[in-house]
């Protein structure tokens, strides 16, 4: 029983960083119907400045040691990252209105390269630890209840905290200010959004620095956690499953999909995986979306599109 | 005033519906194979063979199979590395477990059985589209690299699924010298190329057409969508299958499942995108394009660096390489969203009226 819980919660730990890939590809898509591939390698390119800078920047200023150093480390990464934004909308996006679905597609495809490229020439590409002081002793928790008790990270307690102020701070983003009232007229329908005056190019900025900054903490926890290093632009291919388990276009659907699928993962290889040869990790997720797709295609949580042939 | 179809009069239906209607279009094809087929063996050396020629060669083939689906039938994929690797595996067990077993009829039944499990995972296609069938077929794509890393009845019970063949002979023809190899896949290309083209030209072809530009039109007007789909998702599969196992067994001659991750799937769809979809011609410059990109680039950056005085390590030409592709691919999207092809056909109509445009 105490492994089991075990095994769910280092899913649950697992789910919620998928969530927070997850929730900046639900994120761009909710506000310019973009498919954004450049996720991954916007949460490298995120993990990576932040990693360098906190390594530089108290070198700079005699900041050593102190949490300053971090906090402007972060600053910095952020204001890099809404510079991202600001240019894949000026160079990109801007000349790709209306086009279809797969161009645009294939256009995040262009950025996540560009993206990567620059991102391993300005900081490197070798792993990198990321330490923003967390502690990261584990705990024991239920010793009474169960024999040994269950055992577990406090960073990753801090992690899911993090997360889910996140995503307090951007539904109350959405639902009660100007700017995020805006951003939901232009998901609706981008003609009416822009004939009562929403500019759309400052929306798109807007949501793609919305994007970066979620690309940014996933980052760090990331980072953290396991180290920055290339292959972290990969996990968009593991977060696309969530996005589609949980309807591309709402926000507590990706939530909920990571953590379904981040549990469903762990348990799966755990219990089902030795049976076939363990490994399936990999694949389980997408099986999953599938299955989900053949039964309702909009997603758990997703509009639904009366679309069908 | 050399191009143009003036005075070329079609006296019955089976002239007027050629292949290349227009004589210097047909002339120009023929030189082309006679050229691919007699002068460049001559002219070239195994280099260009075996870095250039025989991977473009057997690419074009694989994004033919891609532009069938993407480009005709209007159904995104990224799967299309998964497709290659069953068609590999598959030749490879073929050719080992069956005794005597030419090796051109392993190759096709690889691209058979690529085509069975392509119709398979082609059924998500009758219910979503879009962007939620690129993720059912990056589905395929992780559940056969891990099918080929873990289950080891297929691969021979090789460790980690690394497999190799050799002393590959064709009725006694012998595959042991580049240029043997880059006749044997230019010999597949030009067969299947000219498949392609009178596949699409044809009924199904236009089937297809209709699905992708408007399916719930297609259906009303009597085309099924199930045999419209599955067909284009088996056809293919079949290409991309064949040029699978070519690539395993010609190019590469002993290979594990990275050879077909999911990044050759990417490499297969920009192919199709920068060349033009829905064209035969456009998946040749796709993949001449992407094949060729990367050599180029890595010639000219170091002598390009030198040019100001900076050297340029193998890291930074590595990462440059990633700017320049991302941007080029942005670049032909925002200048050119109907690829290569487009531009080519571009010409072609400017040269019709040239020199007098009026």
Not at chain 2, 61 to 84: E, H, K, S
Request: neutral net charge; proline residues 3%.
């Amino acid at each position: 029983m105490g492994f089991f819980l075990e095994t769910l919660i280092g899913g649950l730990m697992a789910g919620m960083l998928y969530s927070l890939v997850a929730l900046g590809f639900v994120l761009i898509f909710k506000a310019s119907g973009v498919f954004n591939f450049a996720q991954g390698a916007m949460v490298l390119f995120a993990a990576l400045a932040m990693a360098r800078f906190a390594e530089w920047i108290p070198g700079w200023f005699g900041l050593e040691g102190s949490y300053l150093g971090t906090a402007a480390a972060f600053v910095v990464a952020g204001a890099l990252m809404f510079v991202v934004a600001w240019l894949i909308e000026r160079l990109v996006l801007r000349h790709l209105v209306n086009q279809e679905g797969a161009t645009l597609l294939m256009a995040t495809l262009g950025i996540a390269y560009v993206l990567e490229g620059i991102g391993s020439t300005l900081f490197g590409n070798d792993i990198y630890k990321i330490d923003v002081g967390m502690p990261k002793d584990p705990v024991f928790l239920f010793e009474e209840v169960f024999p040994g008790g269950l055992l577990i990270n406090k960073e990753d307690f801090i992690a899911a905290l993090i997360a889910a102020v996140l995503v307090g701070l951007l539904t109350l983003f959405f639902q009660k200010t100007t700017t995020g009232r805006a951003l939901r007229a232009v998901a609706d329908d981008h003609q009416a959004a822009q004939s009562i005056g929403i500019p759309l190019n400052r929306i798109w900025v807007i949501v793609w620095c919305v994007a970066g900054l979620v690309a940014l903490v996933a980052g760090v926890i990331w980072g953290s956690k396991l180290g920055v290093q290339f292959s972290l632009s990969t996990v968009a291919l593991r977060a696309l499953p969530v996005v589609i388990l949980g309807g591309l276009t709402s926000v507590p659907g990706a939530i909920l999909g990571g953590l379904i699928i981040g549990v469903g993962e762990k348990l799966s290889e755990v219990y089902l995986g030795p049976m076939v040869g363990g490994g399936i990790e990999i694949w389980f997720a997408y099986v999953l979306a599938l299955v989900v797709l053949l039964f309702r295609p909009q997603g758990l949580f997703g509009e639904k599109i009366i679309d069908r042939v | 005033m050399l191009y143009r179809e003036n005075g070329q009069f079609k006296t019955s239906y089976a002239a007027d519906q050629q292949v290349f209607p227009i004589a210097q279009d047909r002339w120009a094809v023929v030189g082309i194979v006679v050229f691919a087929f007699v002068a460049v063996p001559l002219l070239v050396d195994e280099y260009m063979f075996r870095a250039i020629l025989i991977p473009f060669l057997i690419l074009s083939l694989a994004a033919l199979g891609v532009n069938i689906l993407v480009g005709y039938c209007g159904q995104i994929t990224l799967g299309a590395g998964a497709f290659m690797a069953v068609g590999a595996y598959a030749a490879y067990n073929f050719h080992i477990r069956v005794e005597g077993m030419p090796l051109l009829l392993s190759l096709l039944l690889g691209g058979f059985t690529s085509a069975l499990v392509g119709i398979v995972f082609g059924i998500p296609s009758l219910r979503v589209r879009g962007l939620y069938l690129a993720v059912a077929t990056l589905a395929a794509q992780f559940f056969t690299d891990w099918v080929f890393l873990r289950i080891p009845w297929f691969t021979d019970n090789s460790l980690s699924g690394n497999v190799s063949v050799s002393n590959l002979q064709v009725m006694g023809w012998q595959l042991n010298n580049p240029l043997n190899k880059y006749l044997f896949c230019l010999a597949f290309l030009t067969v299947f190329a000219l498949l392609a083209k009178n596949m699409t030209r044809s009924a199904i072809g236009r089937q297809w057409m209709a699905i992708r530009d408007m399916d719930v039109a297609a259906e009303v007007i009597g085309i099924r969508p199930l045999f419209a789909k599955l067909s284009a998702f088996a056809v293919s599969s079949f290409f991309v299958g064949t040029a699978g196992a070519l690539w395993a067994f010609v190019h590469l001659a002993s290979w594990e499942p990275a050879a077909f991750s999911v990044d050759r799937s990417f490499q297969l769809l920009f192919m199709v995108i920068i060349g033009g979809l829905g064209s035969v011609m456009g998946s040749f410059f796709g993949a001449a394009f992407i094949v060729i990109l990367p050599i180029v680039l890595n010639r000219l950056l170091p002598e390009i660096g030198d040019l100001v005085g900076v050297e340029i390590s193998t890291a930074g030409i590595s990462h440059a390489e990633l700017i320049i592709f991302g941007g080029l691919i942005i670049f032909f999207l925002i200048k050119e969203p109907h690829g290569l092809a487009r531009l080519w056909s571009t010409g072609k109509e400017k040269l019709r009226l040239w020199p007098f445009p009026h």
